[in-house]
């Protein structure tokens, strides 16, 4: 059995909301994760009861994660969509907050301030996972590196930020 919880680069439909929190958890009931995101998503952070842990994370305690998600549609982008997937192994089916009908509610991380993207824009975003301490640790850092751009302009910092 395992869990994990993925990310994608997501336009966010309250991207124009009043108050914005910018680097925070903003739990969104049933967020239409595939109606708003720019690119497919990738784990974040891996859980997995009762197996060996893979290679690329040291333990279940701390796990970075480097990941580049290449947008697929020009659109404005708002933040990550974070949502968790369970897979109980089986035969059982696998259950994701990405999808309707599950009563989990995902999380938004939003960047600073909203910005366009085109297709074939990356987005690298590096999050580390602490959950050594009491209160569990996510810290994510997020650049834009525009198409065709990488040798003449230097990435874009999006976000850089620590949530407890």
């Known amino acids: 059995a395992s869990a994990s919880a993925s990310a994608s680069a997501s ?3 309250s991207a124009s909301a009043a108050v914005r929190c910018p680097g925070a958890w903003e739990l969104v009931y049933c967020f239409p994760t595939s109606e708003y995101g720019v690119s497919p998503a990738q784990p974040v952070e891996i859980l997995q009861f009762g197996r060996a842990l893979t290679e690329d994370c040291e ?3 701390r796990q970075t994660r480097e990941l580049q998600f290449e947008v697929d549609r020009e659109s404005v982008l708002s933040g ?5 997937t369970i897979d109980c192994g089986g035969g059982a089916p696998i259950i994701s907050s990405a999808e309707p009908g599950t009563h989990w509610d995902n999380c938004l991380v939003l960047i600073e301030r909203d910005v366009q993207v085109r297709r074939g824009d990356v987005v690298d975003l590096v999050a580390d ?3 050594e301490s009491k209160d569990p640790t996510y810290s994510f850092k997020a650049q834009l590196r525009r198409r065709g ?3 003449v302009e230097p990435p874009a910092l999006l976000l850089d930020t620590v949530i407890a």
């Open 80 to 84: 990550f969509a974070l949502h968790v």
């Open 129 to 131: 996972i602490d959950l």
């Open 59 to 61: 333990s279940l305690h």
């Open 11 to 13: 336009a966010s439909a």
């Open 149 to 151: 751009t990488a040798d």
